[in-house]
């Protein structure tokens, strides 16, 4: 089992910069990929960016390309998701995911999920 948690929410105006963190415990050596996903009222769980647990690499929705920036610090066993011009578009409950295989935009592919944090974006 891996235990995943999440912190740095909260209620920003628009163009300010947000910073996530997801902290993994448990069978940490199981995870190929961390991934971010959020979801807004009233839609689905999409995409939002993943980072390869070992190798570092990453994948990013389009949207989230030019403003998001995901990273991990393996001693920490840890995964930041960096938001920066912050929309309201981006109101959503940002959840952080574990993979036991790379395939970072498939929701239903993860196999773990933290509980979920808000991130408010006023006009």
């Known amino acids: 089992q891996v235990q995943l948690v999440e912190s740095g929410g909260g209620l920003v105006q628009a163009g300010d910069s947000l910073r996530l963190s997801c902290a993994a415990s448990?069978?940490?050596?199981?995870?190929?990929?961390l991934g971010w996903f959020r979801q807004a009222p009233g839609k689905e769980r999409v995409f939002v960016a993943a980072i390869n647990w070992s190798g570092g690499s990453t994948y990013y929705a389009d949207s989230a390309k030019d403003r998001f920036t995901i990273s991990r610090d393996d001693a920490k066993n840890t995964v930041y998701l960096q938001m920066n011009s912050l929309k309201p578009d981006d109101t959503a409950v940002y959840y952080c995911?574990?993979?036991?295989?790379?395939?970072?935009?498939?929701?239903?592919?993860?196999?773990?999920w933290g509980q979920g944090i808000q991130v408010t974006v006023s006009s």
């Open positions: 995911a574990a993979n036991r295989r790379w395939r970072p935009a498939v929701v239903s592919s993860y196999d773990y």
């Open positions: 448990g069978r940490t050596s199981s995870i190929v990929a």
